[in-house]
């Protein structure tokens, strides 16, 4: 299958800093990338959308102005988490699909995300 | 009532017997299906993916669909302990754009 690769894989931060999540596809373009949340024991959430070159979707009650996403080629979207809080930590995970709808969607390895 | 509903588990199975996990989506307009298994602390991966009714084999894997009574399972066959994880079923939802995922069965299979 594709791979998708995503740095850092763990992150540890202070309260009221920013954090970059790299989310990259190797070996196929992604017109569109996902970025999930999960919290222990819990399944993914979907938080946003991102279709390369346009806006991200942003699901309902995850904050846009928090969770900043930019997509700006067809192999790579960022995930900042800024002026992160304890309950920020989780972990994020990047899925990326190369066509639409049916396609299958690939996930990155996660970003486990420590806030102090 | 959750789009995606599983049984959380933990389902327990000997090693060598068949485990079936179930799913039931509320989304009759959903066309598309995937079972994903996530080892604790990494991320899912996908095991197979279903959309017409019936069933579909690979391997021990076998997935099965019914649109009418908008059930998905996951039957795998001669369980190993390396199959124990959390199963993850996804319907694909909003239109045909997104994945909805249910909370996860845990998959125990002992020696």
């Known amino acids: 299958g594709a791979v998708v690769s995503q740095h850092p894989s763990r992150v540890i931060c202070k309260s009221g800093t920013s954090v970059k999540i790299e989310c990259r596809s190797l070996d196929f373009q992604a017109t569109t990338m996902f970025w999930y949340r999960q919290f222990p024991k819990q399944s993914l959430m979907l938080m946003a959308t991102?279709?390369?070159?346009?806006?991200?979707?942003?699901e309902q009650g995850v904050e846009k102005d928090k969770f900043l996403i930019n997509h700006a080629s067809l192999t790579l979207s960022t995930l900042t988490v800024t002026s992160a809080h304890p309950e920020d930590s989780s972990f994020y995970i990047c899925?990326?699909?190369?066509?639409?709808?049916?396609?299958?969607?690939?996930f990155g390895p996660g970003t486990r995300l420590l806030v102090l | 009532q959750k789009e995606v509903e599983q049984n959380s588990g933990p389902l327990s199975v000997p090693e060598g017997a068949i485990a079936s996990l179930n799913c039931t989506y509320s989304d009759r307009g959903s066309q598309s299906f995937f079972w994903y298994r996530q080892y604790s602390g990494k991320s899912p991966e996908l095991i197979m993916s279903i959309y017409s009714n019936g069933d579909k084999e690979d391997g021990r894997f076998t997935a099965q669909l019914n649109k009418a009574s908008q059930y998905v399972s996951l039957l795998i066959r001669d369980s190993q302990p390396s199959d124990s994880a959390t199963y993850l079923c996804?319907?694909?939802?909003?239109?045909?754009?997104?994945?909805?995922f249910g909370t996860g069965t845990q998959l125990k299979v002992e020696l």
């Open positions: 991102s279709n390369e070159g346009s806006k991200a979707t942003y």
């Open positions: 899925s990326a699909r190369e066509g639409s709808g049916r396609e299958t969607q690939y």
């Open positions: 996804a319907a694909l939802t909003g239109g045909g754009n997104k994945l909805t």
